[in-house]
């Protein structure tokens, strides 16, 4: 069974941070891409951030570039969000999700193959 699971997210105040955790199992992490969405009340979901299976080709929405930095634990099989800098608009649930065999850019507008249940980030002004 694959399984995504997300933590780290809750509350935080404008300028804070956090490390969101995406756990996988189930596939071989290697073969695929894990991207971070978000999705604010009233707003379509977007492509915040992704890696991509094997090269780690790296990609970020524009309006985290500079903030946010992904990475990935192969040994862990998990895949990190460090989000600096928060402002009240990357409030958001939070999902992480997988990809076989795709870029990093893809990986933002392409269906995933699975996805996590999310985790809600909250950043108060």
């Known amino acids: 069974e694959v399984r995504l699971v997300e933590s780290g997210g809750g509350l935080v105040q404008a300028g804070g941070s956090l490390r969101l955790s995406c756990a996988t199992s189930g596939f071989t992490f290697d073969d695929y891409a894990i991207g971070w969405f978000r999705q604010a009340p009233g707003k379509e979901r977007e492509g915040v951030s992704s890696?991509?299976?094997?090269?780690?080709?790296?990609y970020y929405a524009d309006s985290v570039k500079g903030r946010f930095t992904i990475s990935r634990d192969k040994a862990k099989n998990t895949v990190y969000l460090q989000m600096n800098s928060l402002k009240p608009e990357d409030t958001a649930v939070y999902y992480c999700?997988?990809?076989?065999?795709?870029?990093?850019?893809?990986?933002?507008?392409?269906?995933?193959?699975?996805w996590g249940q999310g985790t809600q980030v909250t950043v108060s002004s």
């Open positions: 890696i991509s299976s094997r090269d780690g080709d790296l």
């Open positions: 999700a997988g990809r076989f065999q795709t870029t990093a850019q893809a990986m933002s507008v392409l269906r995933p193959d699975y």
